[in-house]
């Protein structure tokens, strides 16, 4: 009976989960899917609907959605200007010359695109990853697969990403104590994904492309044709650094945006777009689309902090399940859930340092800190909510399922990778 106790919170979770995942499947679509998933976690947390009702417009209204909203609006106006306007083809065409193996153009722009920690980010590198992938005669799962995995293959040891930020200050360690163990999770994104999903998905045919393709190689022309990017990236991770440095008020996500308004009106002068251009955009469903199902991340989110579901679930690991658990399963559970980093650092970490210090454990902290580290990342990657995912998908025009199940493979082996790191850790 108590150990039935114990996993109710658990249980509770994974059934409004699997109903999320049923709307999912019969295509009742995924703003509603993941409205309703929340809808139903309250109840089952004993939410009322004037509870669940006000809690979902609140989180209409918070900062952080605000920022996302326009971010991820702003990422979807320059990939379209880059796609519409042919700029994204001119750019693969001047890198011809430096990258002439297909399988390193197909990652090349998402892992650059994965050192700017950019929400929704991986529908920034869409349409170069498109570009190519039609020239391959590449299925629209393969290169929604590629485009997401390799849009996050930095993030265990990227000093910029929230998650590790957070993580450094709620564990009061410096960064050197943690990237220096978690530095292989990099390297074990990249060796998966080579294996389970590029190593065999090029077809035949495109193998020798890299022979066909011209040898030009004018840096000018590259700077060019990529100038929108590099505005964005360079100009995003330096506005996020000097505000960091002096203004630490501000909240960094102006940064991002300030950068990106400046790369759209970069590429509409380069392109001549004018104002027809905007309202074609803005009148787009796909747009519409995208901003509604992060609205409802947003509510299932907001929703499942007001019930208090991690809570308890920390609740029930603090008091019954063993502290390996605890470190595993909570941090991939709510990664799972919530589909972000800070979530399931935010949210688990602090009952973890409490376990460690309660059992006088402290010197294992960063052990402990890694394995729940690569858990809860495994949990974010496998998200079907991942807002990454959730837009790939849709940019390819891939079915949702098919493509979920291409990740389960590499997350298992980036998992266990996780788990290798924390026996090395501990005995050595």
Request: net charge positive.
């Amino acid at each position: 009976m108590e150990l039935f106790s114990a996993a109710l919170p658990f249980i509770k979770v994974l059934s409004a989960f699997i109903l999320m995942l049923a709307g999912m499947r019969f295509k009742i679509g995924l703003a509603l899917s993941i409205f309703l998933g929340g809808v139903f976690m309250g109840l089952f947390f004993g939410m009322g609907p004037v509870a669940i009702g006000s809690n979902g417009m609140l989180a209409l209204t918070r900062e952080k959605f605000l920022f996302l909203i326009t971010i991820v609006g702003l990422i979807m106006i320059l990939s379209d200007a880059l796609e519409r306007s042919g700029q994204s083809r001119r750019l693969m065409d001047s890198l011809s010359g430096y990258l002439t193996s297909p399988r390193l153009r197909l990652i090349f722009f998402p892992a650059l695109i994965g050192l700017l920690p950019m929400p929704g980010g991986a529908i920034f590198s869409a349409p170069m990853v498109k570009t190519m992938g039609e020239e391959m005669n590449m299925r629209g799962e393969d290169q929604a697969v590629i485009n997401y995995w390799f849009r996050h293959v930095w993030e265990m040891a990227w000093p910029l990403y929230p998650g590790i930020i957070l993580t450094l200050a709620l564990a009061n360690i410096p960064i050197s104590a943690l990237i220096s163990k978690t530095w292989p999770g990099v390297f074990a994104m990249f060796f998966f994904g080579w294996f389970f999903l590029l190593r065999n998905t090029i077809p035949e045919a495109s193998e020798t492309m890299q022979f066909a393709v011209g040898r030009d190689r004018r840096l000018k022309r590259v700077i060019r044709e990529g100038l929108p990017l590099i505005i964005a990236i360079i100009g995003a991770i330096g506005c996020e650094t000097l505000l960091a440095s002096f203004a630490r008020t501000i909240p960094f996500e102006w940064g991002v945006i300030a950068a990106l308004l400046a790369a759209v009106a970069g590429i509409m002068i380069q392109n001549r777009l004018g104002v027809a251009y905007l309202r074609q955009v803005f009148s787009k469903k796909s747009l519409w689309e995208m901003l509604l199902v992060i609205a409802a991340i947003f509510i299932f989110k907001d929703i499942m902090q007001a019930a208090g579901i991690v809570e308890e679930m920390a609740s029930a690991a603090g008091s019954g399940v063993a502290l390996f658990a605890a470190a595993c399963f909570l941090p991939f559970l709510v990664g799972m859930v919530a589909g972000i980093n800070v979530a399931f650092v935010g949210a688990t970490f602090p009952l973890l340092i409490g376990l460690l210090h309660n059992l006088g454990m402290d010197e294992q902290l960063v052990p402990y800190l890694v394995v729940a580290s690569f858990s809860g990342f495994t949990g974010v990657m496998i998200s079907p909510i991942h807002i990454c995912f959730v837009l790939t998908c849709n940019f390819f025009g891939a079915d949702l399922a098919r493509t979920w199940r291409r990740l389960v493979a590499p997350c298992c082996g980036f998992a266990a990778t996780g788990g290798i790191l924390f026996y090395l850790l501990r005995t050595f």
